[in-house]
C-alpha cells in the first residue's frame, strides 16, 4: 500500500518559487491499477516522480507498506527502488546496449550473477512477448516494443509497485492499447500495484480502477473509475471525461433552457429517450451537444438538450427523464435576469 | 639564400639522402610519442572529465561547488598556455621524469601535460551528450552514482568518445611536430632540423605530407570506427 501523506512540493525558479503539488493525499492499496490524470503541468509527473523519491518532497511523507520514504538512507531508498519501478513516456533505453542487457541492468546493479540475470532476462522478454529480440538493439524496435523492453526491465527485480509515467504517450492508439493490455496482465497476473499517470483519459478508462484528477498541483477529485465517470464533480474533470462539454458551457449564456442528461453506466443509451419524449409528453427537443462512451459494459456520457416553450415544457420534459434508470438530470435555465442552475 | 635555390639538383639530392635515412624511423618516433602521450592523456583526462560531469551541481554525485571552480579553472589554465611555452615550463618536471628533457621519449610528458586538459574537455562534451532521461532511468532502478557514470553515462557515449579520441589523437600529433623545434624527435623534428634550417625545402615538405597522410588515416579509421560502434544507426 502506497499512502501519500500532505504532500506539497515547491521548486525555486527564476520567476520564483512554483509550488508544483499541493497538499495531496492518495492511498494507493495493493493490486490497485491506479490513473493519476491532469493536463500537462498539473504537477503529475513531479507527483510520481516523490513515490520513487527521485523527487524529495518538500512536505508530507510518502509511506510504502507504513514505511516513510522520506526517512530512508541512500542504500535503503535504493533497495525501494527495486520494489518501485518506472517506466517512461520516451522509454529510456540504453541505446548502445541490446535489449537483453537493457532488461538486465538492474539486476546486474545489484550485483545479479550475468549467467544468472540472462536466464531472468530471457524470461522476462517471454513475458512482454518479445523472444527474439534479446540480442536486438533498441533503434531496431518500434515504439510499441521498445517500451515493451522497458516493461521487462522494469520488471526485473521483482517489484510490487510499478510507477508508469506516461508510458504510452507516445505511441498510436492500437499500440496503446496492447501496451496498456499487457501492463493490466502484468498487474493481474504477477499482482503488481500499477500507478498510471497520464493526460488521456481513455488510458484511465481502459485500465485503471481508481483515478485522481490534479490540477495546479492539487487533488480535485478521486474515485473509483466508474463513479468519476459517470458524475464528474470537478471542471477539470468535466473538461478531461468530456472535453466536447466546454463548448456546451458557451452556448449556455444564451437565453434558453436546457436539461443535461448524465447516463451513469446503465443501458439509458441504447433506449431512444429523446424521440420517447417527443411522442410522450410532447416535448420536441433539440441536441445541443452529446458524448457519451462505454466504460466496460456500461454506457456513461451526457446529452444537452435544448427545451422549447417555458417552464412547463421543461417541467414535463424533466419529469420524463428522470423516470429513466441511471440517469442524472440537472437543469440550466436563463431567462435574461435570472440565471442559474438547478440539480 | 632564397626559396628557388632550396630546389637546386644538389639540395633536391640531400633531402632525398636524408628522406631516406631518417624518415622511417621519424615517423615511428612520431607516432611513438603521439600514442603514448594520447594514452597517458586520456588515462587522466577521462577520469577527470567524469568528475567535471559527475560533480557539476545538477550531475548525479554533486561536489563541493568550490572544489568543481578550482577544477574548471585549472583545466582553462592548462589549456591557454601555448604549447610551445608549456613545453619549456615543464623542462623540470620532463627531467624529473624522464631524466632528460631531449627526445621522443620526453616529449612525451609536455605533451601528455597539454592534452589532459583538452581530452578532459572533450570527455566532459561527450557525457553531457547522454541523455538525461536515461540518468534519470538508471537513478529510479536504485543506480548508485559511479554505476551511473561506468554502466550507464560512459557505455552510452561510446561513439562520441571514439570520435572525440580521434580528435584528440590528431591534435597531439599535430603538438608533435611542434615539439621538433624544441628539441622532441619525430617528423617534426627532420622538418625543422634537416628541412628548414638547412634549406632543403623537399624534407618539409614530404615531413608535411608524411603527416597529412597519418592525420588522415587515423581520422577516417576513427570516424568509421564511431559509426559502426553507434547501435543507434542500425536500421
Redesign the interface.
Known sequence: MIEIRNLSKSFVTSDGPVDALKNVNLTINNGDIYGIIGMSGAGKSTLVRCI?M?ERPTEGNILLDGRDLGSLNKKE??????RV??I?Q?F??????TCLKNVI??L???GVPKAEAEKRGRELLEIVGLPDKANA????LSGGQQQRVAIA?ALA?DPQVL?CDEATSALDPKTTHQILDLIRDINKKLGITVIVITHQMSVVQEICNRVAILEHGAVVEEGEVAQVFADPKADATRHLVYPEMADSVAISDEHGQRVRIIFNGGPAAKTPLIAQMAMEVGVAASILGASTRSVGERAYGYILLEIPGGPDELAKAVNFLRKTPDVTVSVEVNYGENKGVEA | MNFANAFTPEKLEEALEVIKTKFLFATWETLYATILATFFAILIGLPLGMLLVAGDAKGVRPLPPLLMKVLNVIINLLRSVPFIILMVMVIPLTRAIVGTSVGTVASIVPLAIAAFPFVARLVEGSLREVNPNIIETAQSMGATPMQILLRVMLPESVPSLISNFTLAITTIMGYTAMSGAVGGGGLGMIAITYGYNRYRYAVLYASVIVLVIIVQVIQSVGTKLAIKCDKRLRN
Open positions: 520513487n527521485l531508498l535504493r533497495e525501494v527502488r527495486h519501478t518506472m517512461f520516451g529510456n533505453l540504453l541505446m548502445q546496449r541492468l538492474p546486474r546493479l545489484s538493439y533498441p533503434a531496431q526491465r527485480t510507477l
